[in-house]
């Protein structure tokens, strides 16, 4: 915290507080910083990444306008510059787990395994009940073949979001990988009751009817491929579609709801047309 006093309370970017008012020059880096965010949300990136480059330039102090300067970076593939902007904002707001999280995001994926790692455990040193910290070092883990490890991260964030369907999502995904079907199951099964039936993302059908297969549920895992066909279909991707009812097939050969979905692509498509993936 004193590098931040340090920096914030130079003269003409002085942060609000009982010493005074907020700067003219804060208030409009804050003015630009809003304006950068608007021009990101409205697909204007370019001129985002400009007025966030002059919000830190004005007010270099300011976590916040390094963070959404760094987030457009990143989206524009900057990575570097991203990363650093991050660094320095973490720096200047040392008191924000979060903070560490993204930047431990950043690191993951650029490769920088123990750097993510050391921004994981910062977060939680800082905050240890902060979800988002325990699915962080749960990847890194991951990241580094230590399944065991990543496992006990996911659930140690299940504690505290028990529903979160992107946590649900990678701890089936993870229980898949080492072989254990119906733990795999059991979580897809909770993750499937966070979304409205019929409604369920593709990847969640497709591993539902892999944990099936896995354990020689046939018919069970020939009709999650079969549902898994139908969204494929309704997402405008035929050839995904019939991929799914052909690995429905290959399990149960007189599926009948797959041989009419197959008859149904077959149908749509057009004279000599090659099936979009």
Request: with cysteine; hydrophobic share 40%.
């Amino acid at each position: 915290m004193l590098a931040l006093i340090s920096v914030a309370l130079l003269p003409g970017c002085r942060l609000p507080g009982p010493e005074g008012p907020v700067s003219k020059s804060l208030a409009t880096c804050r003015q630009l910083s809003r304006r950068g965010i608007s021009a990101a949300e409205r697909g204007k990136h370019e001129e985002a990444e400009r007025l966030l480059a002059k919000a830190v330039e004005i007010c270099p102090a300011n976590a916040e306008a390094r963070q959404n300067y760094a987030k457009t970076l990143w989206q524009r593939g900057a990575a570097p510059r991203a990363i650093a902007q991050l660094e320095e904002a973490t720096r200047l707001d040392g008191d924000d787990p979060m903070l560490r999280v993204r930047l431990g995001q950043m690191y993951l994926a650029t490769g920088q395994i123990d750097r993510a790692r050391r921004s994981a455990e910062q977060a939680l040193d800082l905050n240890p009940e902060l979800p988002d910290a325990w699915t962080i070092r749960g990847r890194v883990m991951l990241a580094d073949g230590k399944l065991e490890r990543a496992l006990a991260d996911f659930h140690r964030a299940r504690s505290y979001v028990p529903n979160d369907p992107e946590v649900l999502l990678e701890t089936a995904e993870l229980y898949r990988r080492m072989n254990q079907p119906q733990r795999a199951l059991e979580t897809l099964q909770d993750l499937a009751d966070t979304y409205s039936p019929g409604e369920e993302p593709p990847q969640v059908l497709n591993l539902t009817a892999l944990a099936y297969e896995a354990l020689g549920r046939h018919e069970d895992s020939a009709e999650a491929f079969y549902r898994l066909g139908l969204s494929e279909q309704l997402a405008g991707h035929p050839a995904k579609a019939a991929a799914a009812a052909q690995r429905a097939l290959s399990l149960q050969p007189n599926h009948r709801p797959s041989q009419d979905l197959l008859g149904r692509i077959e149908l749509a498509r057009p004279p000599d047309a090659t099936l979009r993936r």
